[in-house]
């Protein structure tokens, strides 16, 4: 089993910063690739940022720039470092773990409330 533990939600105004975390436990060593994912009320959840097994980092259009998704490989660990956050961003922010095959985890997810 595979749990995946997000962290560093919070209230901010627009044009501020928060950082996400998402701490990974259990058979984690064949994970094909990690990813920060949204749903905002009356929406679609959708693809934030991801980070491959490779390094290879993608990023949903509208969080170009501001966005920036890491990762600390000895801790299991990934990151989401949002900055000129604005009203749009409000959502709850979910962590994913997929392996090969398609076998995928979520975190229970983190709030992230901008206000304007």
């Known amino acids: 089993q595979v749990q995946l533990v997000e962290s560093g939600g919070g209230l901010v105004q627009a044009g501020g910063s928060l950082k996400l975390s998402c701490a990974a436990s259990?058979?984690?060593?064949?994970?094909?690739?990690m990813g920060w994912y949204r749903q905002a009320p009356g929406k679609q959840r959708e693809l934030v940022a991801r980070?491959?097994?490779?390094?290879?980092?993608n990023y949903a259009d509208s969080v170009k720039g501001r966005f920036t998704i890491s990762r600390e490989l000895r801790k299991n660990t990934i990151y989401l470092q949002m900055n000129n956050l604005g009203p749009e961003d409000t959502a709850l922010y979910y962590c994913?773990?997929?392996?090969?095959?398609?076998?995928?985890?979520w975190g229970q997810g983190t709030q992230v409330t901008v206000s304007s």
């Open positions: 994913k773990g997929t392996f090969p095959g398609g076998v995928t985890y």
């Open positions: 259990g058979i984690i060593f064949s994970i094909s690739h």
């Open positions: 980070v491959f097994s490779g390094g290879t980092t």
